[in-house]
Nanobody
Framework: QVQLVESGGGLVQAGGSLRLSCAASGRTFSSYAMGWFRQAPGKEREFVATFTGGGGTTDYADSVKGRFTISGDNAKNTVYLQMNSLKYEDTAVYYC?????????????????WGQGTQVTVSS
């Protein structure tokens, strides 16, 4: 059974930084694509960032490109999302997701496993 546990969310002022972590158990994440999505109140879940199994190729939503960085630690089986220059509109619940394929995707329906989410609140 694959389990994903996010942590690192919180309250931060605009312009600040946070690093989210996603600890994976039940599989070695380096063989599968991993992604981050977010959902703000009243909005649909949206893609944030992803990388191929092993982290060789990354992809980012235009809204976070240049500010967010997705990375992974194979030894810890953990995926990170470093978020810099945070904006009020980044406020959302952030979800980690694991795909059944090595290839990344921006589509949420391509991911088989999801974490419980971690709240990120950016004050203006």
């Amino acid at each position: 059974q694959v389990q994903l546990v996010e942590s690192g969310g919180g309250l931060v002022q605009a312009g600040g930084s946070l690093r989210l972590s996603c600890a994976a158990s039940g599989r070695t994440f380096s063989s599968y694509a991993m992604g981050w999505f977010r959902q703000a109140p009243g909005k649909e879940r949206e893609f944030v960032a992803t990388f191929t199994g092993g982290g060789g190729t990354t992809d980012y939503a235009d809204s976070v490109k240049g500010r967010f960085t997705i990375s992974g630690d194979n030894a810890k089986n953990t995926v990170y999302l470093q978020m810099n220059s945070l904006k009020y509109e980044d406020t959302a619940v952030y979800y980690c997701a694991a795909s059944g394929s090595i290839w990344y995707s921006r589509r949420a329906d391509r991911y088989d496993y999801w974490g419980q989410g971690t709240q990120v609140t950016v004050s203006s």
